[in-house]
């Protein structure tokens, strides 16, 4: 005689076994979705301390930079100006020391590329808002170094109150503290205040945040 329970254990243990696979589907995929959180956020961190250790290397960078002390070897293989006399070739000389600063100092700059990306990825576009003040202070250095050495004669043709202004601005721009003097201020530094700033609002967060979680 058939057993008369044979058709409903049967029943049972089918739902029985898919209930535990649904179980066992669920309880991998909340796994899952917990370990690659946290991967991300791992990630996150990472890119925090690189970004947030950067920020503070642009002082070292910049002071090295921008250093008013200027060593006749650092301008002693520069092109000469046709005509120009020995003392106009010394007085552009500390401007085209700033120049070559900025191309020993190419390997920093290349890497602000290579991470200004992975920011903008962890943390969104703003990042990149808050890296562009590190590119205008690079900028505002090279323009000026590069105007004071090669575009503008080393003594003005025609002397004014304008010219005077403009040179004095950008010798502020390419010497640390010698903007303190000037109406404007010390454009570069101002800029590096709010790229370190920025940077540090957007990685400190982060880095607290994975302090607090290791605790």
Not at 167 to 196: K, T
Request: net charge negative.
């Amino acid at each position: 005689m058939a057993d008369p329970w044979a058709f409903g254990w049967t029943q049972v243990l089918t739902i029985i076994g898919l209930l535990v696979t649904v179980g066992i589907a669920v309880g991998g995929f909340k796994t899952f979705e917990r370990w690659r959180r946290e991967k991300i956020e791992e990630k996150k961190i990472e890119i925090a301390f690189e970004v947030l250790s950067l920020a503070y290397q642009t002082k070292s960078v910049f002071d090295q930079i921008r250093n008013p002390n200027g060593y006749e070897a650092e301008w002693k293989g520069m092109p000469e100006r046709q005509g120009e006399t020995e003392a106009e070739r010394r007085s552009r000389g500390p401007t085209y020391g700033i120049l070559m600063r900025l191309r020993a100092h190419e390997e920093f700059f290349d890497h602000v590329w290579e991470l200004q990306p992975k920011a903008m990825a962890a943390f969104g576009e703003r990042a990149e808002g808050v890296f562009d003040y590190l590119h205008e202070a690079r900028a505002l250095v090279h323009l000026a170094a590069q105007a004071l050495t090669w575009e503008i004669p080393v003594n003005p043709v025609v002397p004014s109150e304008e010219d005077f202004k403009m040179r004095m601005q950008l010798r502020a721009d390419i010497w640390a503290g010698f903007g303190d003097s000037e109406e404007g201020g010390d454009r570069v530094e101002r800029r590096l205040q709010s790229f370190r700033s920025g940077i540090k609002t957007l990685c400190q967060p982060v880095i607290d945040r994975g302090f607090r979680a290791t605790q």
